[in-house]
Nanobody, 117 residues
């Protein structure tokens, strides 16, 4: 089992920045690929970014490429999402997830990000 807890959400003006954190406990963090997803009101949950176990490779959705950066600190069992140049369309609940056996198995409760225009 893996427990995930997101933090760092809030209200920010367009053009601003936020950094989300996701603290993991339970299973060995360094063995898990990690990801961030988001869900806006009335929309399906969508992929934002992911990072491999070592942090050596990262992948991003086109909508956030160049603005968001995913990183991890395996010593702290934490994954981060640095969000810059935020837009109103980035408003959503952001979730972190941990992957096992090719699927996203564990999910956090989410943190709200609201970007005002």
């Amino acid at each position: 089992q893996v427990q995930l807890a997101e933090s760092g959400g809030g209200l920010v003006q367009a053009g601003g920045s936020l950094r989300l954190s996701c603290a993991a406990s339970g299973r060995t963090f360094s063995s898990l690929p990690m990801g961030w997803f988001r869900q806006a009101p009335g929309k399906v949950r969508e992929f934002v970014a992911q990072i491999t176990e070592s942090g050596g490779s990262t992948y991003y959705a086109d909508a956030v490429q160049g603005r968001f950066t995913i990183s991890r600190d395996n010593a702290k069992n934490t994954v981060y999402l640095q969000m810059n140049s935020l837009k109103p369309e980035d408003t959503a609940v952001y979730y972190c997830a941990a992957g096992t056996t090719g699927t996203w198995t564990y999910w956090g409760q989410g943190t709200q990000v609201t970007v005002s225009s």
